[in-house]
């Protein structure tokens, strides 16, 4: 049967191209890899994108609508399902400069989105997804057009894998720290290059299979 995954993320999953307001083609891009990685391996799956620029956890943004995570998650929940797995890879956009913000609020972000999927106003009988907490790749210091907005932020996020690693081990969710694969793009400091899109879509899909084995 074929297994359904969302991803729910920011312009890091999106895909946007360091320096640049360009997207990777799909096929490039984290969903794209996981999704191609998984069907290689044999897996009937999909990869669903709900990836928006600038979305913070629970948070929203003084200058564009719509960037509070939590604002309609539940609602694509229910669009999407079902669902096997949902894939969380936020965070990054909570240390803007606008915000004074900690690792450990974000990670108090996270638990209240893991409470919205497994609250979600699904169909009756389809399952309560299972939840997998991704980490953020380390920021470097920003550069380009980007390092106004994200000025600190690379401090402001110490602490962050710590934090959603309690959070996940708490709410009893799947983790993993994008750190261990890679930092951010040294273009910009924050985003993604393609390889690092590559090497960390690789690593998930890895991750993703063994937690849908799990699951039959």
Known sequence: MMKHILVYGDSLAWGIIPGTRKRLSFNKRLSGVVESQLL???????VIENCLNGRRTVWDDPFKAGRDGSEGLA????????LALVVLILGTNDFQVMHPHNAWMSGQGMEKLITIIRQAPIEPGMPVPDILMVVPPKMLSPTGPVADKFEGAEHKCIGLAEAYKKVAAEQQVYFFDSADITTA????????????HQLLGQALADVIKCIVKIQE
């Open 40 to 46: 290689a391996q044999g897996q009937a799956v999909r």
């Open 75 to 82: 609602q694509a929940i229910e669009i999407c399902s079902p």
């Open 185 to 196: 793009s040294r273009v910009d400091g924050i985003h993604l290059d393609e390889n690092q």
